[in-house]
């Protein structure tokens, strides 16, 4: 499966903010864009004014890098937006919040969204009591997701749910931090999402 695999501090220092793609480093005074609070290459440092569809295409990049998509992936969860009844915007953030890998990384078993997919491939995760390592697996209100017993041993998991109370659990989601599983009590709506993302930006992009 096709994924970036280049410098990933570099995407947040080119969206100007923390997308939290290094998991324990991001919280560390080891951050890039705490060292360096600009933009990467030699014109980083330049202050240039955007344009309408620049402020648009760099609000959908930020989106991207969030969830860990490449643009194939994320076009695609638009268009199934689109066509769900509702708000347009706010049906993609739903959309992308429900990913098996991004629900991982908001329980606490995993610090970043990368590290999510890793474990999540490597089948140490079940969903209702079945195994499923395909990261972009769409969760609905009632699905359970718990360690697998065999993987409740494994250091990143154990070390992630240690900071989980740092993070915060959204609302539509409860946890059971010693039994290490999480159930999905409902879906999440534009007041539980708290990426700093304006949805309606990437509406506009895709509606030219």
């Given at each position: 499966m096709a994924r970036y695999t280049g410098a990933v501090c570099r995407l947040c220092r080119r969206e100007g903010l923390k997308l939290f793609l290094k998991g324990e480093r991001c919280f560390g005074d080891k951050c890039a864009i705490d060292k360096r609070h600009?933009?990467?290459?030699?014109?980083?440092?330049?202050?240039?004014?955007?344009?309408?569809y620049a402020t648009q295409l760099r609000e959908k990049q930020k989106a991207k890098r969030s969830y860990g998509l490449l643009e194939k992936q994320f076009k695609g969860y638009f268009s199934k937006a689109e066509k769900t009844k509702g708000i347009t915007g706010e049906n993609l953030l739903s959309?992308?919040?429900?990913?098996?890998?991004?629900?991982?990384?908001?329980?606490?078993?995993?610090?970043?969204?990368?590290?999510?997919?890793?474990?999540?491939?490597?089948?140490?995760?079940?969903?209702?009591?079945?195994?499923?390592?395909?990261?972009?697996?769409?969760?609905?209100?009632?699905?359970?997701?718990?360690?697998k017993e065999k993987s409740k041993g494994i250091e990143q998991i154990k070390n992630?749910?240690?900071?989980?109370?740092?993070?915060?659990?959204?609302?539509?989601?409860?946890?059971?931090?010693?039994?290490?599983?999480?159930t999905v009590v409902g879906l999440p709506t534009r007041e539980d999402i708290t990426k700093p993302l304006q949805e309606q930006l990437i509406v506009e992009l895709y509606s030219k």
């Open positions: 600009y933009a990467p290459g030699v014109h980083g440092q330049r202050r240039s004014k955007m344009s309408e959309l992308l919040e429900r990913r098996f890998d991004n629900v991982v990384c908001l329980m606490g078993f995993a610090n970043s969204s990368s590290q999510a997919r890793q474990l999540v491939r490597h089948d140490h995760f079940i969903i209702n009591g079945k195994k499923v390592n395909i990261p972009s697996y769409l969760l609905k209100v009632g699905d359970i997701i718990e360690v992630a749910l240690e900071r989980v109370e740092q993070k915060g659990i959204p609302q539509w989601i409860e946890l059971d931090k010693q039994q290490m599983k999480g």
